[in-house]
């Protein structure tokens, strides 16, 4: 069983900058890809940013030149910074771990962290 466990949302002005860190019970980012996903009120969960077991990283439209994900193998952490906030970016903010492979698939999730940016 894996835990993950966000922090570091909090209110922010736009155009403000936040980092959230997702840390992980174990050491897996060997074999699980990484991502943040966020769901705002009366919609559907999306994803933000993604990293892969090769560190490989894709994000959403959206986010792309303000957000960038990263890890830190040694602490079993992933982070996401949040620069040039904008108040569409309020939402609940979630870690994902997942891995898959013949005849079997694991997905964790976080408890989320809730991010707003409000002036």
């Known amino acids: 069983q894996v835990q993950l466990v966000e922090s570091g949302g909090g209110l922010v002005q736009p155009g403000g900058s936040l980092r959230l860190s997702c840390a992980a019970s174990g050491n897996i980012f060997s074999i699980a890809a990484m991502g943040w996903y966020r769901q705002a009120p009366g919609k559907q969960r999306e994803l933000v940013a993604a990293i892969s077991r090769g560190a490989t990283t894709n994000y959403a439209d959206s986010v792309k030149g303000r957000f960038t994900i990263s890890r830190n193998s040694a602490k079993n952490t992933v982070y996401l910074q949040m620069n040039s906030l904008k108040p569409e970016d309020t939402a609940v903010y979630y870690c994902?771990?997942?891995?898959?492979?013949?005849?079997?698939?694991?997905?964790?999730w976080g408890q989320g962290t809730q991010v707003t940016v409000s002036s």
């Open positions: 994902n771990a997942g891995w898959a492979g013949p005849g079997y698939e694991y997905d964790y």
